[in-house]
C-alpha cells in the first residue's frame, strides 16, 4: 500500500536536546511539507521541499531543520531553539502535477518532558 | 486578522439535519480552495475541492463567492460519521506551484443520535 509513514507516533523532548521526527513516502511524490498543529488552531507550515536536496522556510521554520538527501524521505528536527516544541507534527507530500492536493501521514505528538 | 477564518464551533446537530459552514479568506489573489477533514486526533484529508460554479459529492455541496470572499459547506443528511472538524484551504496565485496551502482552524461538527 503507498502512504506516508510518520514516527514515532509520540514522542518526548527533555530541555536542550534535539529530536528528529521521520517522514518517509513511497507515493513517488516530489514534493514533502512539515506542519505543525496546536490546539485550536490551524496547521502552519515550518518547511517544504520541492525536490531532492532542495528545502525552503515555510511560515515558522526557526528552531526547525530538515534535509532532503532521497526523494522518499524528508526528516524534520526539532533543535533545542526550539522553545516551545509542543505540538502536533504532520508531514504531508503531493504530487508533481497537483501541489495543492496534499497527502497526510497520521502524525508525530511531541510533548516536553 | 487570521487569512483564513473559520467559525470553530462546535456545530452540534442531530442525525439527518442539513448544517452549513462558512469560511472567509483576507486575500484576493487565492486562487484555488479546498475542504479537508479531519478526525481527532488524525491527519487531516482532502474532502473536496471548491470550484468556482460550486461542486457537489453526493451529500456535500461547496460554494465559492469570490466577491465577497467566503466559501460554504453544505452537508445534508447529517450522518454520525460526519462528525470530525472541517479544515478550510487556500492558496494563492504563484504559490499554485510551490504547494503552500494556508490552512483555517476548522470548524467542529458533532451529530448526535
Known amino acids: 500500500d503507498g502512504g506516508i509513514t510518520q514516527s514515532p507516533k509520540y514522542l518526548f523532548r527533555k530541555e536542550g536536546q534535539n529530536v528528529t521526527l521521520s517522514c518517509e513516502q513511497n507515493?513517488?511524490?516530489?514534493?514533502m511539507y512539515w506542519y505543525r498543529q496546536d490546539p485550536g488552531q490551524g496547521l502552519r507550515l515550518i518547511y517544504y521541499?520541492?525536490?531532492?536536496?532542495?528545502?525552503q522556510k515555510g511560515d515558522i521554520a526557526e528552531g526547525y531543520s530538515v534535509s532532503r538527501e532521497k526523494k522518499e524521505s524528508f526528516p524534520l528536527t526539532v533543535t533545542s531553539a526550539q522553545k516551545n516544541p509542543t505540538a502536533f507534527y504532520l508531514c504531508a507530500s503531493s504530487p508533481q502535477g497537483a501541489k495543492n492536493i496534499q497527502y497526510f501521514g497520521a502524525g508525530t505528538r511531541l510533548s516536553v518532558l | 486578522r487570521k487569512e483564513v477564518e473559520q467559525d470553530p464551533g462546535p456545530f452540534n446537530v442531530p442525525e439527518g439535519a442539513t448544517v452549513a459552514f462558512n469560511c472567509t479568506y483576507s486575500?484576493?489573489?487565492?486562487?484555488?480552495f479546498f475542504w479537508y477533514r479531519q478526525d481527532c486526533r488524525k491527519e487531516p484529508k482532502l474532502l473536496m475541492s471548491v470550484y468556482s460554479s460550486g461542486n457537489e459529492d453526493g451529500r456535500f455541496t461547496a460554494q465559492l463567492n469570490r466577491a465577497s470572499q467566503y466559501i460554504s459547506l453544505l452537508i445534508r443528511d447529517s450522518k454520525l460519521s460526519d462528525s470530525a472538524t472541517y479544515l478550510c484551504?487556500?492558496?494563492?496565485?504563484?504559490?499554485?506551484?510551490?504547494?503552500?496551502?494556508?490552512f483555517g482552524q476548522g470548524t467542529t461538527l458533532q451529530v448526535k443520535p
Open positions: 521541499s520541492q525536490i531532492v536536496n532542495d528545502f
Open positions: 486575500n484576493s489573489a487565492s486562487q484555488s
Open positions: 507515493l513517488n511524490h516530489d514534493a
Open positions: 484551504v487556500v492558496n494563492h496565485r504563484g504559490s499554485s506551484n510551490t504547494g503552500k496551502l494556508i
